[in-house]
């Protein structure tokens, strides 16, 4: 009842749009957002993104970029592309509007570069069957921005960092999403859920030990807070460049494959570059002060063979056949 409410809210959205009450700054103006600082590396690469569909079409859409969260955390922006307010966004995916999108984030889905390209990728059957959910939502997905390997950031040093069996008695900061809930908890964290936009003082105040859901390049930030970095792999994160299904609905034939290939261009010539910035962004936190604790090859299988054995059933119950499709066959190529 729930999902059909939702879709018959979204329905009369697309009646409000078709009148045009929502492009109050007409339909050649775009908001876009993404969620770091002006002037970092997926700023500048949305800005490439921008100069690209500006010189095929001679500029026929005036772009405004919303950095640093300004439109709102990633998962109210989500609902802000789905009705139209916003026209595009390159982030994470939210949860709570449809529990399937949790297949983003599955935990230890991948285990290195080449099979996160493989997996998160435009065309692959992931992406495929995330686009299928995201357009009940009236969002176009048209690819992704791989960022990095998660990992878990701390204030005081863990008993047993590299066994998951061990109880920390540590709360950590996970992302209001239940993939990282689950996983925190089997590798021996007390979750406690927040936004992004609210971590920094969660750890500044003391109300959290810790923080699970970004990376050493997300971390970067934590000046003076953080003392040390696991860097657990628990989960790739992939930033996914989406768009208002309207707006993209009203582009031609060609302005659609345009769109579709530049997000293909950006999501590819990054892949060239993000592991190698991925270990320049650890060295930062090194000259930072952080302490890097190391893992062994065994004591990251063990983390991910309890997390595919007692996280993996609880989500394949969340998300239904889809995971057991998708995990199945990406498990195959591995």
């Not at 390209?117 to 995201?134: C, I, N, P």
């Not at 921005?145 to 878990?152: A, H, N």
């Not at 983390?303 to 199945?328: A, C």
Request: with cysteine; glycine share 8%.
């Amino acid at each position: 009842m729930k999902k059909r409410s939702v879709i018959l809210l979204l329905s009369l959205v697309f009646a409000v749009f078709c009148t045009g009450q929502l492009y109050a700054d007409g339909p050649g103006r775009w908001k876009i957002g993404h969620l770091r600082q002006s002037g970092s590396v997926i700023d500048k690469d949305l800005h490439q993104f921008i100069e690209y569909i500006n010189t095929k079409t001679e500029n026929k859409f005036v772009f405004d970029v919303y950095s640093g969260n300004r439109l709102g955390d990633y998962s109210v922006v989500q609902e802000r592309v789905s009705f139209g307010e916003v026209q595009l966004y390159v982030g994470p995916l939210a949860t709570s509007i449809d529990k399937r999108l949790i297949l983003a984030t599955t935990p230890y889905l991948v285990n290195n570069w080449a099979e996160a390209q493989e997996v998160y990728s435009q065309g692959s059957d992931l992406f495929k069957t995330l686009a299928v959910f995201l357009e009940e939502q009236n969002i176009k997905l048209l690819g992704g921005w791989p960022v990095y390997f998660g990992g878990i950031g701390l204030r005081e040093m863990p008993p047993e960092p590299g066994n998951p069996d061990v109880i920390k008695k540590m709360i950590i900061r996970v992302p209001p999403i239940r993939s990282f809930e689950l996983t925190a908890r089997e590798l021996g964290y007390t979750p406690y859920p927040i936004t992004w936009t609210y971590a920094k003082m969660g750890m500044k105040t003391g109300m959290v030990d810790g923080i699970i859901g970004g990376g050493a390049e997300g971390y970067g930030s934590f000046k003076e807070i953080l003392k040390y970095y696991i860097p657990v792999k628990d989960h790739f994160e992939y930033w996914f460049t989406y768009m208002n299904l309207v707006t993209w609905n009203d582009l031609s034939k060609q302005e659609q494959e345009l769109f579709t290939g530049a997000a293909k261009k950006m999501e590819a010539d990054r892949y060239l570059v993000a592991e190698r910035q991925e270990k320049e962004s650890i060295q930062l936190l090194k000259k930072q002060g952080v302490q890097i604790i190391e893992l062994s090859d065994e004591e990251l299988k063990t983390m991910r063979q309890k997390i595919q054995k007692n996280v993996w059933p609880q989500l394949e119950k969340e998300i239904g056949s889809e995971f057991i499709r998708v995990v199945s066959d990406i498990q195959n190529k591995q």
